[in-house]
């Protein structure tokens, strides 16, 4: 079956401190790698698809790799805004939009 | 454009007792999906619609149902409410049949607790 983990499950940083989340996966077949940021009290909010190994997106301070067992979300000199659950998913098989997700990394940036 | 709806966002319920969830898509939108949130187990999914028929379902039992109807808006049902039903209740919304490109739009969900 297959599985997305997620670590560290919470991430306390001061403002400007870099670091990166880290997403592991197991999947016959990658067929997508997906990461999302939740906000309190909100859905998840889409931030990035990577398809293949080597693959970078980026969105101001946020920049997402892909290798073939993992994902890396890294968060460059990060701001308290970007304090949020993020979550990384991958799709489920066949005729679907069902995802599959991981528990998420908490995030907390303090000024 | 509007957004993903979902109503009510907030209810109490005791144990027992029946819900029903509501969901309205983005316009043009046929594919809805719905998820259940909770802090130890994460988003779990629920079940899928598409052009009003469940496609896919997840590991939940019986008491969890859904349907959609022919304007795309969805509703689910959760029959004799457990205490372990409380939850966060996603609805998930999407222009393509399937995940490929990995962007769903969410609503704000529905917080369900139960007594």
């Known amino acids: 079956e297959d599985q997305v983990t997620q670590s560290p499950e919470a991430l306390r940083l001061q403002e400007g401190e870099s670091s990166s989340l880290n997403c592991s996966y197991t999947v016959s077949g990658l067929r997508g790698l997906f990461w999302y940021r939740q906000d309190p009290g909100k859905g998840p909010e889409f931030l990035f698809t990577l398809y293949s190994a080597g693959e970078e997106k980026e969105k101001e301070r946020l920049k997402a790799t892909l290798t073939k067992k993992e994902s890396f979300l890294h968060i460059t000199a990060p701001k308290p805004e970007d304090s949020a659950t993020y979550l990384c998913a991958v799709p489920g098989r066949g005729a679907t939009n069902k995802l599959i997700f991981g528990t998420g990394t908490l995030l907390a940036v303090q000024p | 454009k509007a957004g993903v709806t979902q109503t009510p966002r907030y209810l109490i319920k005791t144990r027992g007792q029946q819900v029903t969830l509501s969901c309205s898509p983005i316009?043009?939108?046929?594919?809805v999906s719905w998820y259940q949130q909770t802090p130890g187990q994460g988003l779990q999914f629920l079940f899928e619609?598409?052009?009003?028929?469940?496609?896919n379902k997840g590991n939940f039992p019986g008491r969890f149902s859904g349907r959609q109807f022919s304007n795309s808006r969805s509703e689910m049902n959760v029959s004799t409410l457990e205490l372990g039903d409380s939850a966060l209740y996603l609805c998930?919304?999407?222009?393509?049949?399937?995940?490929?490109?990995?962007?769903?739009?969410f609503g704000e969900g529905s917080r369900l607790t139960v007594l």
């Open positions: 316009s043009g939108h046929r594919s």
């Open positions: 998930a919304s999407s222009s393509t049949g399937t995940a490929n490109t990995g962007e769903l739009f």
């Open positions: 619609y598409f052009s009003e028929t469940q496609r």
